[in-house]
Nanobody, 125 residues
Framework: QVLLVESGGGLVQAGGSLRLSCAASGRTFSMYAMAWFRQTAGNERELVAAISRTGMTKYADSVKGRFTISRDNAKNTAYLQMNSLKPEETAVYYC???????????????????WGRGTQVTVSS
């Protein structure tokens, strides 16, 4: 497992942007697929975006074209750039990591091994 710490959440107006960061501990970050999930009260946690060890990406249909997931293995950090945010995207956003083989095509599928504590994103209308 790896320790994950999210940052970058906050309050933004509808149509605005935020960039979330997920800092990972340890020296094996490059061996993990990374993902961002979000959850609102009373709802299940949903996958927002995932990135494989080799940079393949997967997005929820609702965020395609607006969100971008990326990773910097030298900094042990994953990012989620969120543009054109909508009020309904107000949620707690979680970072997750999953150890995978280098060419795994199931990098975006659970279960994920490690989770951060989450960062609140609030989009005002």
């Amino acid at each position: 497992q790896v320790l994950l710490v999210e940052s970058g959440g906050g309050l933004v107006q509808a149509g605005g942007s935020l960039r979330l960061s997920c800092a990972a501990s340890g020296r094996t970050f490059s061996m993990y697929a990374m993902a961002w999930f979000r959850q609102t009260a009373g709802n299940e946690r949903e996958l927002v975006a995932a990135i494989s060890r080799t940079g393949m990406t997967k997005y929820a249909d609702s965020v395609k074209g607006r969100f971008t997931i990326s990773r910097d293995n030298a900094k042990n950090t994953a990012y989620l750039q969120m543009n054109s945010l909508k009020p309904e995207e107000t949620a707690v956003y979680y970072c997750a990591a999953k150890a995978t083989t280098v060419n795994s095509l199931s990098y975006y599928q659970g279960p994920f091994d490690s989770w951060g504590r989450g960062t609140q994103v609030t989009v005002s209308s």
